[in-house]
């Protein structure tokens, strides 16, 4: 596939006619999943401890990559990476949410695209226009690569700084892109290898920026170069397998979508509300890689998952040595990571206080929380623990996910006091001035008048 | 002895800074923005203004915290400023998680009682509140964009807080807004104070911290401040501020600085402190409960407790903690580890409101634990202004560390 330059022309050059792609016309072969190898449970020598980790974990989870991208080459092939899918599902409930790909013509070096399921099937050059159009008729737009995905905020960016009819679309589609570009997981853009790169580990000897390499990682008998549509159909279907996580994946979705949809107007007023549409998004993303059950070996590199040996239990909790690092905080509720339909699922405890034994291990003292839902006689999470205890079992927890309310603004115009202007007006106060208060002003610092 | 009435418990001090912030207040000024130094008095100031407003207006009167804590903290105060009351209660608890201090209304009780609210932040943006005024305590840990969602039906604002305090934590990728003086991410305090019909309020004093250590932190903060703490010593341990040179070791967390610290920290317990007021002079000995230990990393928070524990004989009720944690605390005896310690630049490390939160958590003299590689990492960070302002600190700190 051609990679796209930032020094190329603009690619947004009106519509001009259907740009002939070669290979337009075959169906794409869609990669079977059967061949790909699943997540494996955490082994002991996941757990990497502190001391031996450095406080350095960015370091410590690229050298975690690195194994396991060894990993994936010794087996040849890529290795699963996550339970959940690499791109993050649409799960509007109203009109659905289609593909469209966008990719850099090798011959033209222009932007074209090409919607799924629908006609023509020839590829269009991509304008402004087209392009607030698909995104404000909810599709979702699919680039193979970082490179593209840049060249297209880019050249949005330069036609809103232009002084064309069209800088006012292009500057409503650069915010919006400004949003979907900078989320960890968009649903509005998704580009392939970074979505691929989430779902599986790529042989270490492959490049793992090259759309190609991947396809070929997949199935060394497909044909894919110079047929960039079905190469990229090819490859979201496999990004696109694994399972839902539903609370996060909706909590992310309609972080996005409200992300957007503010992104359409300029002002502090729209700022504030896409701000919090990203914030909820990336709050869910966080919980869709901190509970993903493939990422558990990494997650434990940096803290955000614990392994835990459950030493005793009682009728309200239970004691365990607890993996270091972690980012377990007291006081606040925990969960242990399992399949659904496993009973330690569903049970939530406290962790009440940590202490250090003199031989440096970190001991757990966890209070079980009582649900409505599971109120047996004994707590769920002491059940659980037990079980873990008389079996040897390692379990894994994290925070409890933690998905905060989005107001919604709706067509709210009361809304935004503080953000749609420089000043608001002076309130005419229903009570006068204390004399002790005016007595005692002899002095205050006020802000120059502007 | 006749009790103070409510307008008497709440006289206030001419030319002060509740003063002036009344006088905005009771003018109809939609924003005031009070800044104070650590240990300024913040939470005095907060207690005090919404009593008076609560005394002598009919308004309704909402204070929101950034976390839940600090919303029982400031009840307690509130509460303790008002005084006997009439009705079944003056301070309500509004949000579900929060401690309901003895006496206060409970999220649970009917709001038709004339009360002051207390609740988070988040609760307000989550459902802001239709109320006259509406006080943000902390208010440099919240985002302008929590301010303003949580703010919307507030006729009238004050934000008080700390601006050389860690701000709130921002997972999101805020580049796009990178060229902007005002966007959504930033401390609610730093966006509203450049407001037009904003009015600014420094307070011109700490009450917690010595005259060597205000004069210290100065380079962090926009105004001049001094040092109003009573004369507060160590008999064994003169001056403010002492510091411990480490050599340069691998880990941040290595097991012989950590022995380090925590052997600096023993060192407090048994001093004498000497206090001196315009009633007279008092000392006493230190206890561990007077000493904290103020780190950057958990993991050296618990390499630490750990060797607390082994020494044992009490040294165990040591305070230790990263500076995100203590944030709010005050100790007579502090031992703070350079968050640059063994090398470390990430911008956790680098950022000068961590540095700030470490050095000024003591009310009487502080251990200031570096290595010499500080000056290399600050000369490398990103940041080249705040950096700069950091390496005035450390160097003000080894200053008087001398």
Known sequence: MHRSDLTEPDPFAEYVGPVVDAASVPGPEPVVAEHISEPRPPAPADIVWADDLGEHTDAAQAEYDALRRAEAQVAGEPVRRTHTPGVPPAISEGEPMPFAFVWVDAATGRVIYRKEHSEPTTPRRLGVLRLRELIDNGFRLVVPDHYTAKRLCRAAAAAAAGDTPEAADAARVDRQLAVASRLSYSISLVVLTEVLRRAYWLPADLDADDPLAWAHAFDPRLRLAGRPYQLMHTLLEAASQGQERSDATTAMFYGELAAIAAARHPGQRARVAAFQGMNRAENAAKVWDTTDLGLIGRNLVTGDVCAVEVTATSARGFTATMSQPFKLRTGHRHVFLAQRGDPAAEAAFVLMGVRATTSGDLIGQFEAVATRRNAGPVPPAVAVAADAMSTGRTLHITEEPYLPFLRSRGEDEEAGRWTRGRSVERVRPRWGMPTDVKVATTQHTRKDTR | ?402
């Open chain 2, 1 to 402: 002895m006749t009790a103070a009435t409510l307008e008497e418990r709440t006289a206030i001090e001419a030319g002060s800074p509740l003063a002036a912030a009344l006088f905005e207040l009771y003018s109809g000024s939609p924003v005031t923005v009070v800044a104070a130094p650590p240990g300024g008095g913040k939470s005095d100031l907060v207690a005090r203004a919404v009593a008076h407003l609560f005394a002598h207006t009919d308004a309704t009167i909402t204070v929101a915290t950034a976390t839940n804590e600090q919303g029982t903290a400031i009840a307690e105060r509130i509460m303790s400023e008002i005084g006997p009351h009439d009705g079944p209660f003056a301070v309500r608890v509004a949000s579900g998680k929060m401690r309901v201090p003895e006496g206060a209304g409970s999220p649970r009780d009917k709001d038709k009682v004339r009360a002051v609210q207390v609740r988070t932040a988040a609760s307000c943006k989550a459902s802001p509140p239709a109320t006259d005024f509406l006080i943000f305590d902390e208010a440099y840990q919240i985002t302008f964009a929590d301010f303003a969602d949580g703010a919307d039906r507030a006729n009238q604002v004050l934000v008080v807080g700390d601006p050389g305090q860690i701000g709130p934590v921002v997972t999101v990728d805020t580049t796009a807004w990178a060229h902007l003086r005002q966007a959504p991410h930033m401390r609610a305090p730093d966006v509203l104070s450049q407001r037009e019909d904003a009015t600014i309020i420094n307070m011109p004093a700490t009450y917690r911290l010595g005259p060597v250590t205000a004069q210290v932190l100065h380079p962090l903060y926009g105004w001049a401040f001094e040092s109003r703490r009573p004369q507060r010593a160590l008999a064994q341990m003169p001056g403010e501020v002492r510091t411990l040179q480490l050599p340069v070791r691998e880990t941040p967390f290595d097991l012989d600085s950590m022995t380090h610290v925590v052997g600096a920290a023993m060192d407090y317990v048994g001093t004498t402190l000497g206090v001196q007021t315009s009633a007279g002079s008092r000392s006493r000995d230190l206890t561990p409960t007077d000493v904290a230990i103020v780190v950057s990393r958990r993991a050296q928070a618990s390499a630490i407790e750990a060797l607390l524990l082994e020494r044992g004989n009490g040294a165990e009720d040591i305070t230790v903690g990263t500076a995100d944690k203590l944030q709010g605390g005050q100790w007579h005896a502090v031992v703070a580890v350079d968050p640059t310690l063994a090398g470390a630049e990430s911008e956790h490390a680098l950022a000068s409101g961590r540095l700030c939160v470490m050095a000024s958590r003591h009310m009487t003299h502080l251990t200031w634990v570096y290595d010499d590689r500080w000056a290399a990492v600050l000369a490398g960070a990103p940041d080249a202004e705040d950096a700069q302002r950091g390496a005035a600190v450390r160097e003000g700190l080894l200053a008087a560390g001398s």
